[in-house]
């Protein structure tokens, strides 16, 4: 079993910043892709940034030179730094992992989302 566990959301005003993380924990063997989603009330859930186990980026347009995901191999965590935030950034925003287990076996998991505000 595989857990995630975000922290870092909150409220900011207008041009700030925040850094999301993503802590994975349990039986892992090896992590490919990470990403981070975000919904907004009344929005599907949309793919804000990703990153493959080789580092490869992408992110969604309206974020692009804002944002910067990485990630931390060795402690199985995933990052979202978040600047120049506007009101429309507005959302939960949950990660997620493609996870290997020990087990051999690959599944996805998702964190219980954390809520980030932008003031105006």
């Known amino acids: 079993q595989v857990q995630l566990v975000e922290s870092g959301g909150g409220l900011v005003q207008a041009g700030g910043s925040l850094r999301l993380s993503c802590a994975a924990s349990?039986?892992?063997?090896?992590?490919?892709?990470m990403g981070w989603y975000r919904q907004a009330p009344g929005n599907e859930r949309e793919l804000v940034a990703r990153i493959t186990l080789d580092g490869s980026t992408n992110y969604k347009d309206s974020v692009k030179g804002r944002f910067s995901i990485y990630r931390d191999n060795t402690k199985n965590t995933a990052y979202l730094q978040m600047n120049s935030l506007k009101p429309e950034d507005t959302a939960v925003y949950y990660c997620n992992m493609g996870v290997l287990s020990t087990t051999l076996r690959w599944d996805d998991y998702w964190g219980q989302g954390t809520q980030v505000t932008v003031s105006s």
């Open positions: 349990g039986s892992i063997f090896s992590i490919k892709a």
